[in-house]
């Protein structure tokens, strides 16, 4: 492999870059495709130019992909769906309506998808479209996870909701990975007309919990005018696996784009939010849940890019880490000069319930705008020791007041997320069982 | 003797050069209510710590026992399960626990002491709507968080509702009164008048002598300098009132000094 226009690189680093691009060119020997495989060669050197991110660079400062590094991943088997029951699925299945797109090892199963009579006229739901993978353009600032993401595109889900059309059903949209050692490269495109409006339930799980996986993905969100779109990232792979997610949105006047994503499983995993508000009054919540254990390192970031006016934007971060877990945050909110009338407010809460535990948070503001109104807050600590004593003295077990205490602690972002009780009443059940 | 202190020294766990409680004798028999008043400092809120098991404190001498057992030994849930009480001075937030939780998990925790099943969601509801009307709470109470976005009368409200759901037999009120008007003092004092009983007690630790107009307790000591130096009836409530405590203050302190 030529690798000469490769910045400095560690041995491990180099030998990863090789293998990823092994990996691509025995899938371009499959793809009949050409205008594909130009994509993947141009991201090839992309990422040979920019090598892989080192604690060196400032955004992986307190991230190491090391374990990462340390395997050694492959593409999926081609299965027979058919293989997998849907009572395997079970323990995956929210128990309300939904419209359920299953992606087997990433390889759509009709069979155990379910829900397609709730599909509106004026929903598309695409797969597998070269055409529609290659719409999506990395931006020139896409890291090197995002360039692995398109070295190694094959599948994308292009999802289109036309103006006006209300899908009442929230889109489950449930990535089950059934292979250990394999790499996925999710790419979703979500395009919202004018007025319409979705929920959208992304979710990744492992089949057994000694599945090793690698979720590699990118998406891709558009709102256009007066659009709503509300969604859930529930990350819940194999603590073994690991996940890395660069998401963009983009919003134009009056949208409202409202988002929570929770860290459920990995050893290793790092959720990119990025929200551009391009129009007037758009509306931007990124919240987050990261229960964290043993060595896990929830590595979780937010861009909100303002660049119109009477913009507003919520963010509310919520981490209970215990045993030696890491959590890392960092989030940017940026005004652009035009962007008056600014409301932005970013909040990240952190509870450390065991000496080993360490969040890393950096929260930034810039702002070129002077009649804004931004702010940010950060704390760190431990249980409310007055707290503990209060429902001690209430003759609630010590145990049993910090597992409380923590659960409402961790849990305000979705207490506030308005969607219909069932699933707020799932997504809760799901955290808790983390606990 | 369902409450009997001996002679209790008491500090804050990391001073040790700071005795507040300097030998303290009280006892409680089943169904009495007994006042504590005194000046600031004098140890009040420290004696109410002890008692309920806050770990800030250290005793240093002394027993405590509820009906014969050490209570001292005992954590402060343990305590609670027994039946020991503390309606708080400052009644603690917790953004996020339903009141209705809260109250249903301390509630089976003392069933489950007493050998008792667990009640189920509809069976607690049920209860606390009783304990409720007895009260005369608002019918909402329940639904919002521990004490969050509650004003001062509305939280020592909450301390009282709690106290009622979880028939303690030791209450021990920590300054409920301070910080609150003389609707919501009504309000504290009607709760403890419609739970007395005959074999539930009470230690009123106050400040002021209005709340005691409305219990009337059957005994009132006067705490100063970390000792009870003066008891009796509920007339020297208003001895109290009249004259202050600079006399018995006074008195004591040339006590001590011939001794």
Request: charged share 20%.
């Amino acid at each position: 492999m030529s690798s000469k226009t490769s910045p400095k690189m560690s041995p491990a680093a180099r030998q990863f870059i090789d293998k990823v691009i092994g990996l691509s060119t025995s899938l371009n020997a499959q793809t009949e495709a050409d205008a594909l495989v130009v994509k993947r060669e141009a991201a090839q050197q992309q990422l040979l130019s920019l090598g892989l991110p080192t604690r060196k660079d400032e955004d992986w400062q307190y991230t190491s992909i090391q374990p990462l590094l340390q395997q050694d991943f492959r593409l999926s088997e081609t299965v027979s769906t058919a293989e997998l029951s849907l009572a395997q699925l079970e323990p995956f299945l929210p128990d309300f309506e939904t419209i359920r797109l299953v992606f087997v090892d990433g390889e759509f199963s009709e069979s155990l998808s379910a829900g397609f009579e709730y599909i509106p006229d004026g929903l598309s739901i695409e797969m597998a479209d070269a055409d529609a993978i290659q719409s999506i353009a990395l931006p020139e600032t896409a890291d090197a996870f995002q360039w692995i993401n398109e070295l190694l595109l094959d599948q994308g889900l292009t999802i289109q909701l036309d103006a006006q059309i209300v899908l009442e059903v929230p889109l489950h949209i449930l990535f089950v990975q059934t292979q250990s050692g394999t790499v996925l490269t999710p790419r979703l495109q979500v395009h919202l007309g004018e007025a319409a409006q979705c929920q959208l339930l992304q979710h990744f799980v492992c089949l057994a919990d000694e599945t090793l996986t690698w979720v590699n993905g990118v998406g891709q969100i558009t709102l256009e005018a007066g659009a709503t779109c509300k969604q859930v990232v529930l990350q819940d792979l194999s603590d073994s696996s690991f996940y890395f997610n660069h998401q963009t949105t983009t919003q134009a006047t009056n949208s409202n784009f409202e988002s929570t994503y929770l860290a459920l499983g990995s050893q290793l995993s790092r959720h990119h939010s990025v929200a551009q508000q391009q129009g007037d009054a758009a509306e931007t919540t990124q919240d987050s849940i990261v229960p964290g254990r043993d060595q896990q390192l929830l590595d979780t970031r937010t861009l909100t890019q303002h660049h119109a006016l009477h913009g507003q934007s919520r963010q509310l971060h919520k981490m209970v880490l215990g045993d030696a877990a890491r959590g890392v945050f960092a989030g940017m909110i940026e005004v652009a000069k035009g962007a008056q009338k600014t409301d932005g407010q970013m909040d990240i809460k952190s509870l450390l319930l065991s000496p080993q535990a360490k969040v890393d948070a950096k929260p930034q503001l810039e702002i070129y705008a002077d009649d804004v109104k931004c702010s940010h807050g950060c704390a760190a600590g431990q249980i409310d020791e007055d707290q503990l004593f209060y429902a001690q003295a209430r003759g609630i077990r010590r145990t049993d007041a910090m597992q409380l205490i923590t659960q409402a602690f961790l849990l305000e972002p979705l207490e506030k997320f308005q969607v219909q009780p069932a699933m707020q009443a799932w997504l809760t059940q799901r955290v808790v069982d983390k606990l | 003797m369902l409450l009997s202190v001996e002679n209790l020294h008491a500090q804050v766990a990391d001073e040790p050069e700071k005795a507040i409680l300097k030998g303290l004798n009280l006892n409680v028999k089943p169904g009495e209510v007994h006042a504590i008043m005194g000046p600031n400092g004098a140890g009040k809120s420290t004696l109410s710590s002890v008692l309920a098991g806050r770990e800030d404190y250290e005793v240093t001498a002394g027993t405590v026992s509820l009906s014969g057992e050490d209570l001292l030994e005992l954590s402060a849930e343990e305590r609670a399960r027994k039946g020991v009480f503390l309606a708080f001075q400052y009644p603690v937030e917790i953004p996020g626990v339903s009141n209705k939780l809260f109250m249903q998990t301390a509630v089976n925790a003392i069933r489950d002491e007493q050998g008792l099943p667990a009640l189920d969601m509809f069976d607690f509801d049920t209860y606390a709507q009783s304990k409720i009307d007895l009260l005369k709470m608002p019918k909402n109470l329940l639904d919002r968080s521990v004490n969050v976005g509650f004003s001062g009368g509305e939280k020592k409200r909450n301390d009282i509702f709690q106290m009622a759901l979880l028939e303690p037999k030791l209450c021990i009120l920590d300054e409920t009164d301070s910080g609150l008007d003389i609707d919501a003092m009504k309000v504290v004092a009607n709760g403890v008048n419609s739970l007395r009983s005959s074999d539930r007690s009470f230690i009123v630790v106050t400040h002021y002598q209005r709340l005691l107009d409305y219990i009337k307790p059957d005994f009132v000591h006067v705490l100063f300098d970390g000792q009870i130096i003066q008891s009796g009836g509920f007339e020297l409530v208003h001895e109290l009132e009249e004259k202050g405590y600079d006399d018995l203050i006074q008195a004591h302190q040339q006590q001590q000094t011939q001794k």
